[in-house]
């Protein structure tokens, strides 16, 4: 069973920036499409961006461009660039495969706020 482990959350004042990391315990990680998610207290999670194992990615349009995701194959890690952080960026942060197959890691939170 691959594990994932999202680090790199915390506070930060709006406008600010966080990078996000999620490390895969099994090499599999490389053959994946792997996806971003995001889930605020009482909403449902939502996918932010998915990347492809060619490097192809999605973002949704309601990020406006915020929010870049990327990849490392060789180190079976994938990131999420976050920039002008706003309030409603506050939540916690997965990753999985997209569409999700693997269990749910614990996430890491972010919180947004002056």
């Not at 990078?19 to 792997?34: D, G, H, P, W, Y």
């Not at 492809?52 to 870049?68: M, N, P, Q, V, W």
Request: proline share 4%.
């Amino acid at each position: 069973q691959v594990q994932l482990v999202e680090s790199g959350g915390g506070l930060v004042q709006p406008g600010g920036s966080l990078r996000l990391s999620c490390v895969a315990s099994e090499s599999v990680f490389r053959f994946n499409t792997m996806g971003w998610y995001r889930q605020a207290p009482g909403n449902q999670r939502e996918l932010l961006a998915r990347i492809g194992i060619e490097g192809r990615s999605y973002h949704a349009d309601s990020l406006k461009g915020r929010f870049t995701i990327s990849r490392d194959s060789a180190k079976n890690t994938l990131y999420l660039q976050m920039n002008s952080l706003k309030p409603e960026d506050t939540a916690i942060y997965y990753c999985n495969t997209a569409p999700p197959s693997w269990t749910w890691g614990q996430g890491t939170q972010v919180t947004v706020s002056s």
